[in-house]
């Protein structure tokens, strides 16, 4: 049953069911429609509660009903149109999750009543959508333009406290929501309801709406990089100021048509899915995420307090669970502790404003600092999160296994190197995994959670469920250099730094790739991560530095072009924000602000005459084809050697790590909108041109999958076949 009716003395007690989410689908639309119908028309009935089954009142529409053959035959703003106009009053019981246009359905209703955990909001932003069943214009109407804007646009989730402060609920209690509802519903019995009733309101403002709006936009124009749904959010806004409320309505549906037509919806709602796709990894054993039960983590430990370790140090706490943290020496674990106790505080404000008490268990994990590895005996997981040095986290290892207990998991935060390797000097490889999280790792939602040869399905499963304990968005892929992320990426800078050679100049390559809608272009990323880093390992691989043959061209290695403009850029000293200077200059040493360096151009310009190389006229569409198409192809190499169970797995690394614009859908999906025809081409052309880089060489399942005539993303792995799988 997608809807229920109880009778409480009175008042009718309508109940969505529709696991796990109670989405409003069409079913339940239907089922509500028919319930209204009835208890409007039911003498006995003199006021009604809307409420939800399972502690969860609704997530709001059925967003996979969107892109469905089957249109939806019922309109949830005219079900929210109908609660609104009875006479009876309405109370909605909110529990758990009211978003979308489960919060829509509420703010039809007269009166709201919310326990005290429940979270609201408008995520429809994040979907590519605005919230079309009447909430841009009913929201405004309720808690004004600038506080209805904030929420409407970022899509940020309300928790019930500040949901009261704001005015959207009309009570939060700590037990029962419905009981409550069902107590406020015989109180408003043949109480006046007009006022009651959000679309008869005006929207109430002491502000210039057009200028606050056109700020507005103005910044979400600038933060957002292409998106259009915050865009037409804020529009919708605008017109419940401008226009009246059936206006306002019709404005809402013409936005909602036309963002549609972007495609960006589509691309954003794939993005959606794949995230909860990914959660649910599968052997080549059989060994599944519904399986094979994760251990608990009750105590974890991480060792070194770098940048990356106080964040995993942070996002541990953060999730309630105490952390012991350690350091080699009492310098390094003094300004480790001032960091993480500073990042802590921040957490801990912000717990406070959610209105989180600690006495409720919600608190943060504690976390005891120390030299000793001694003390790491008993926690049941520990994090190695040192620097990238084979050596280094081999002794480590070592000792991790002599000393701590025999069920403990080992996990290494390496971003790239071999995990077989690592776990070979342990008593135990199969409790050892990688936990590759991205920095700051307390804030950026991504963990790559690498498999080795002999990591059990127990190890996977516990890695797993401790990103989602984290709040993170956890990928199982496999063990190769650099894993899937960072493998990508490197096609795609070594193209970056070509442009260079050619004639560009690195703010015209971020330029294109930041229009584009990433969050960085490549050259200002490789500015934050620090050029010294990728140095020392090109001079381990014997790329850069003495370890090159004498005679090795400047522009050669190993047959093949290289471009050596990184490893002169850090042989002066050049490594980016750290020394103020890298590929532009900053205010200061560790400054964030990068300005174009004429020195760089001056450089750049030597270099080119050094070298002889023609200046070409190249177009930024083509910054982007060389860049991007580069990316994707060494994403399809992943596929065909198995590193990654499918297409959706990549786009996920790539939105949640590298800054791909979730409006396009990820790398992949992009590929597959472009047209897989289309990056074949112009990878055949580059290739043909330039046989020695061989990064551009088009992979087979590229060449594949165009033949077949560049099917939908969800119809790749049906049309690939049986791949490897190394999972
Ligand atoms: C024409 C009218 C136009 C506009 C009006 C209204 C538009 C909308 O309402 S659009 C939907 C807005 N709502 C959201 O964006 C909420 C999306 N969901 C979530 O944020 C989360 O799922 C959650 C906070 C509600 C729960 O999180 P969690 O407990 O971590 O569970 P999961 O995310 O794994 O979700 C469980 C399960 O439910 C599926 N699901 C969640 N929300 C929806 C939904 N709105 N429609 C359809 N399905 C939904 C999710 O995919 C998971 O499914 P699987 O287990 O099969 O993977």
Redesign the pocket.
């Known amino acids: 049953m997608a809807a229920t009716r109880t009778l409480s003395h009175t008042v009718a007690v309508i109940k969505i069911n529709n696991p796990?989410?109670n989405?409003?689908?069409t079913p339940v639309c239907q089922a509500l429609i028919k319930e209204l119908a009835e208890v409007k028309k039911d003498p006995s009935v003199e006021a009604i509660v809307l409420c939800g089954a399972n502690g969860?009142f609704s997530?709001?529409?059925?967003?996979?009903?969107?892109s469905s053959a089957a249109r939806?035959t019922v309109?949830?703003?005219d079900i929210n149109a109908e609660i609104e106009s009875t006479t009876k009053p309405v109370v909605a019981a909110i529990e758990g999750?009211a978003?979308?246009?489960?919060l829509?359905l509420a703010l039809s209703c007269h009166y709201r009543v919310a326990h005290i955990k429940t979270?609201m909001g408008?995520?429809?932003v994040?979907?590519g959508?605005?919230?079309?069943?009447g909430?841009t214009q009913r929201l405004p109407r309720l808690i004004g333009i600038p506080a209805a804007l904030d929420i409407i646009v970022r899509?940020r989730?309300v928790p019930a406290t500040e949901a009261f402060q704001l005015g959207i609920v009309d009570e939060v209690v700590p037990s029962s929501a419905i009981a409550a509802a069902v107590q406020m519903a015989r109180k408003v019995i043949g109480k006046p309801m007009d006022s009651r009733r959000l679309s008869t309101n005006a929207v109430q403002y002491n502000i210039n709406v057009d200028a606050f709006l056109d700020t507005a936009l103005e910044k979400a124009k600038r933060q957002f990089r292409g998106a259009q749904a915050p865009l037409a959010c804020i529009e919708a806004v605008r017109a419940s100021a401008q226009l009246p409320y059936q206006r306002g309505i019709e404005k809402e549906r013409q936005l909602?048509a036309s963002l549609w037509a972007t495609g960006q919806p589509q691309a954003q709602q794939y993005a959606?899915?794949s995230?909860?796709?990914v959660?649910?990894w599968t052997l080549p054993s059989g060994e599944r995420w519904d399986n094979v039960r994760p251990c608990q983590i009750r105590t974890a430990a991480v060792i070194g307090l770098g940048t990356m370790g106080r964040g995993i140090v942070t996002s541990l706490s953060k999730s309630n669970i105490p952390v012991i943290a350690l350091e080699q020496d009492t310098k390094q674990l003094d300004s480790g502790k001032k960091a993480v106790n500073s990042l802590l505080e921040r957490e801990a404000e912000k717990l406070k404003k959610q209105g989180n008490s600690f006495a409720e268990g919600n608190g943060l994990g504690s976390v005891h600092f120390t030299l000793n590895f001694e003390d790491l005996k008993n926690v049941d997981l520990v994090i190695e999160a040192v620097y990238e040095n084979m050596n280094l986290k081999k002794d480590i290892f070592r000792k991790l296994s002599s000393i701590m207990k025999p069920d403990a998991f080992l996990c290494t935060n390496t971003s790239g190197l071999n995990i077989d390797e690592i776990a070979s000097v342990t008593n135990r490889p199969q409790l050892v995994i990688g936990t590759h999280f991205f920095s700051p790792a307390n804030i950026m939602r991504l963990l790559e959670v690498v498999r080795g040869r002999h990591t059990s399905p127990t190890t996977i499963a516990t890695a797993m469920s401790l990103g989602?304990m984290l709040g993170k968005v956890a990928v199982l892929v496999g063990n190769c250099p650099l894993f899937v992320g960072n493998r990508m990426l490197g096609p795609y800078l070594e193209q970056a730094n070509y442009l260079l050679e050619e004639g560009y100049y690195p703010e015209e390559v971020d330029q294109a790739l930041e229009e584009f809608g990433f969050a960085m272009g490549p050259f200002r990323m490789m500015d934050l991560a620090g050029l010294d880093v990728g140095w020392r390992s090109r001079m381990e691989k014997g790329l850069a530095g003495s370890g090159v043959p004498p005679g090795t061209p400047a522009r050669q290695r190993e047959g093949n072009r290289y471009c050596p403009l990184a490893d002169m850029l850090c042989e002066l000293g050049r490594f980016g924000q750290k020394s103020g200077k890298g590929w532009y200059q900053y205010e200061k040493p560790g400054g964030r602000h990068a300005h174009p360096d004429p020195w760089v151009r001056d450089f750049l310009a030597k270099y080119r005459k050094t070298y002889n190389i023609k200046q070409q006229a190249v177009h930024p569409e083509q910054i982007l084809q060389r860049c991007l198409y580069a990316l994707i192809n060494e994403g399809f190499r992943v596929l065909e050697d198995g590193i990654a169970s499918g297409p959706e797995d990549i786009d996920v690394i790539y939105n949640n790590g590298y800054g791909w614009p979730k409006h396009r859908g990820g790398p992949m999906y992009y590929a597959s909108a472009v047209g897989l025809h289309e990056v074949l081409m112009v990878l055949e052309g580059y290739h043909k041109a330039n046989p020695d880089v061989p990064s551009m060489k088009p992979s087979f399942l590229l060449k594949k999958l165009a033949a077949v005539g560049g099917p939908p993303i969800k119809e790749w792995r049906t049309q690939l076949g049986k791949l490897p799988n190394k999972l």
């Not at 978003?99 to 489960?102: A, E, N, S, T, Y």
């Not at 959508?129 to 069943?133: N, R």
């Open positions: 796990p989410v989405a409003l689908s969860k997530a709001g529409a059925d967003i996979r009903e969107f939806r309109s949830l703003e999750v978003l979308g246009g489960g829509e979270v408008l995520p429809e994040l979907i959508i605005l919230p079309a069943a909430g899509g989730h909602f959606f899915f995230e909860r796709n959660g649910k989602k």
